[in-house]
């Protein structure tokens, strides 16, 4: 038994020749599966090994701070500028936007239904209505703040405001059963509203654009970034046929495109 | 409930059809725990034996913390191994953190102390007086210890079990050191997991039945090992 345990240990995967990439992304991309799709083709094609790490942006930026990741896909625009102006970062690209879109029970107790954003969250700070906070440094959670702050309203600790400190997923469902507010990306919400009593109540404002970019992080951080391997990758996902994959990623699984590409000649169009 | 059908189903379908991914993944699952089991195994019985047989100031103590370990949350052993093993940690030369050697690490940490646990209750419960008759039937040290790990089998068997099902079961650790990376580091849990924050619960349910069915599996082995007669 001991010999075939040993014989066990020997055929785990040793890693391949060229060093890998370790790129650290947003539960968001990877729960929806485009990576899925995107990194097995750069790895036939390049030679390089992808150790993808979904964690949420805001993890994302701090392993890129200590040099525990060599590229970042985060969407946490302005954590990731900090992150560009403090020297961490040596090249930052956009690759791709989607939205977010804030969702709601039928009802609509707080009557935001087709309000702008702003306009949204003051009724529902104004009637107290329940809003699911995702507290957890996510891209998600830093753009709720940011509207927030735009709003010139400031929730934390309100007994109307809950934190769950939890994924998109977990969130969109203690909405779902507690009939309360959430702000969403289009995406997690696209794959998982089949199981949600709940319904998009806001979108197409402008300030609900959620872009994504690759950032490579800056090589004199770590003698071990393998930067050459980081540039590889963010060339292949900012390149003409990774950009047309994410065209056309999620259109026959949910009838529409989960994200536009960067490289699109026209800007965001919102989805009604 | 509709929901526990589709997913006995799906899993129904994914093992009849031999996915290739499910399949890879169960196999991993399967060496990463089995190998931490096993060398758990090693350090935990004979480590726990040790204590049980010696006498030494501050027993009290080790034994304490030996069962604390028991209760440490896989996500704190897996945050430990991850500082450890970072690039910019003390074996960050070797770069196996997101590989299925990290997993390994990670859940022999968990695994030991459950294992180490059992294994000095299992040797304190036998009768003192045998090892003296053991010894005065002319039994070298060595032979000694070997009878009485023969004699106390049984719990033995329940620790290696306990130790298996901790680390097999477990998510946290293998999330953080692993990565769930796909068709590297990912395995049965953390698929789960991964399913379920796509919206998939049907796949992650049928995830949970193929793990179950594994554990059970390995555990009729151990047990088939634990239970069979030795001839007297």
């Known amino acids: 038994m001991v010999a075939a345990l040993l014989a066990l240990l020997l055929t785990v995967p040793a890693v391949a020749a060229p060093r890998p990439v370790i ?9 929806a599966g485009l990576l899925d799709l995107l990194i097995p083709l750069f790895e036939r094609q390049s030679g390089y090994r992808v150790k993808t790490v979904a964690v949420g942006s805001g993890q994302a930026i701090v392993m890129g701070r200590r040099g525990e990741a060599d590229l970042l896909l985060a969407h946490a625009p302005r954590d990731e500028q900090e992150f560009m102006t403090k020297g961490f970062g040596s090249r930052r690209r956009p690759v791709m936007q989607n939205d977010f879109v804030l969702v709601g029970p039928p009802g609509d107790p707080a009557q935001v239904r087709g309000q702008p954003i702003t306009e949204a969250l003051q009724r529902i700070s104004r009637t107290q209505a329940l809003f699911l906070s995702r507290s957890d440094h996510s891209g998600t959670h830093t ?19 809950q934190e769950t400190g939890m994924g998109m997923g977990q969130t969109l469902s203690i909405a ?5 507010y959430t702000l969403t990306d289009r995406g997690t919400w696209l794959a998982l509203r089949k199981n949600l009593a709940l319904e998009i109540l806001v979108q197409g404002d402008a300030g ?13 951080l770590s003698p071990r970034i393998n930067a050459a391997g980081a540039r590889v990758l963010a060339d292949f996902l900012v390149s003409g046929q990774a950009q047309e994959l994410i065209r056309n990623f999620g259109v026959s699984r949910y009838g529409l495109p989960l994200f536009v590409p960067a490289g699109a000649a026209a800007p965001l169009r919102m989805r009604k | 409930m509709e929901l526990l059908f589709d997913g006995i189903a799906t899993a129904w379908r994914l093992l009849i059809s031999l996915d290739r991914e499910v399949l890879s993944i169960t196999l991993l699952s399967l060496k990463v725990s089995a190998l931490a089991t096993l060398i758990s195994m090693l350090i935990g019985v004979l480590g726990g034996t040790a204590i049980a047989l010696s006498r030494f100031p501050g027993k009290r103590l080790v034994v304490s913390l ?12 897996g945050l430990f191994v991850t500082i450890m093993l970072w690039r910019s940690g ?34 304190q419960n036998l009768p003192p007086a045998l090892r003296l008759q053991i010894l005065a039937l002319g039994a070298s040290r060595l032979q000694m210890v070997w009878l009485l790990l023969l004699e106390a089998r049984l719990p033995l068997m329940a620790a290696i079990m306990a130790g298996f099902g901790g680390v097999v079961s477990e998510v946290g650790a293998s999330m953080m050191v692993g990565g769930n990376i ?11 997991v991964m399913e379920s924050g796509r919206g998939n619960f049907d796949t992650a349910l049928a995830l949970g039945l193929i ?14 090992i634990q239970q069979r007669q030795r001839p007297r």
């Open chain 2, 211 to 224: 793990l179950l069915v594994l554990s059970f599996g390995v555990n009729y082995l151990l047990t088939v």
């Open chain 1, 176 to 180: 779902s059963e507690k009939k309360g």
């Open chain 1, 143 to 161: 753009k709720e703040l940011e509207l927030w702050q735009k709003a010139a309203l400031s929730p934390e600790g309100r007994r109307w405001y």
């Open chain 2, 90 to 123: 003390p074996f960050g030369q070797f770069e196996i953190l997101y590989t299925p050697t990290a997993i390994v690490i990670a859940q022999t940490f968990i695994a030991t102390p459950l294992v180490m646990g059992i294994s000095v209750a299992a040797i």
């Open chain 1, 208 to 220: 609900l654009i959620n872009s994504y970019h690759a950032i490579e992080v800056n090589p004199a």
């Open chain 1, 23 to 31: 790129l650290a992304t947003t539960t968001s991309i990877q729960d």
């Open chain 2, 182 to 192: 796909k068709g590297y580091t990912r395995v049965l849990t953390t698929a789960t």
């Open chain 2, 66 to 77: 030996v069962n604390t370990g028991m209760g440490v949350p896989p996500v704190v052993a």
